[in-house]
């Protein structure tokens, strides 16, 4: 089934230690995203790549790296992780590098940093 | 600043109908989607606006006016199964995406 996997699920964090969440598309979109979701705001825009070995700055990328070594995987990387960081984050993808597209997104990874 | 507002919750009865504002404020605009976001799940695209204007799809409409920077989404028949968050985001000069922060909607019997 075509789509975009996210993985871990759900993980539970100690502060200072690295993570990579993993994502996933089998649709060949060109443009892949990272955003997270905390509760009363709006989704941020984290990390974005338009296209396979190019990446971008979002709104919040402070304490994030992403990597996009090829069109179907986008990692999200936390170097040193902090309580703050506690959210839940979505991958997302489009075929459009303009953002005029839908946008499809993942399942979403949990995160709580203790 | 960028800007979208939405209400934050909102209560309606099954079987009737609902209109959920957003308003933005944009540097440039280049349209405007609705996504429907069930509690613990994925947001899924509803619709995308960028003339003005009314788009029908099945029991979801959206409307769009560019030159008030104000957007709905018009849920008809409402069903237990649109109990859902609906969130706006507009399209900036940029082709960055602003996320309104969600509007929930609770349909009660």
């Known amino acids: 089934i075509a789509g975009i996997t996210q993985a871990p699920t759900s993980q539970i964090l100690a502060a200072g230690r690295r993570m990579t969440l993993r994502c996933t598309q089998d649709m060949r979109h060109n443009a892949m995203y990272w955003y997270r979701q905390d509760l009363g705001l709006g989704l941020r825009l984290i990390h974005y790549s338009n296209t396979a070995g190019t990446t971008g700055k979002g709104e919040v990328p402070d304490g994030y790296s992403v990597s996009r070594a090829n069109t179907d995987d986008f990692p999200l990387t936390l170097a040193s992780a902090v309580p703050s960081q506690t959210s839940v984050y979505f991958c997302?993808?489009?075929?459009?590098?303009?953002?005029?597209?839908?946008?499809?997104f993942g399942e979403g990874s949990r995160l709580t940093v203790l | 600043g960028q800007n979208i507002d939405q209400p934050t919750e909102m209560t309606a009865t099954e079987g009737a109908i609902v209109q959920i504002n957003c308003t933005y404020q944009t540097s440039g605009f280049n349209g405007l989607f609705w996504y429907q976001q069930h509690a613990g799940e994925a947001p899924t695209f509803l619709s995308y606006n960028v003339l003005d204007g009314l788009e029908e799809k099945g029991r979801f409409s959206s409307f769009l006016s560019r030159s008030k920077g104000y957007s709905y989404l018009l849920l008809k028949e409402l069903q237990m199964k649109d109990s859902a968050s609906y969130l706006c985001?507009?399209?900036?000069?940029?082709?960055?995406?602003?996320w309104g922060a969600g509007t929930k909607l609770i349909i009660k019997p």
């Open positions: 985001a507009a399209l900036d000069s940029n082709y960055q995406l602003i």
């Open positions: 997302a993808s489009s075929d459009s590098r303009e953002g005029t597209g839908e946008l499809f």
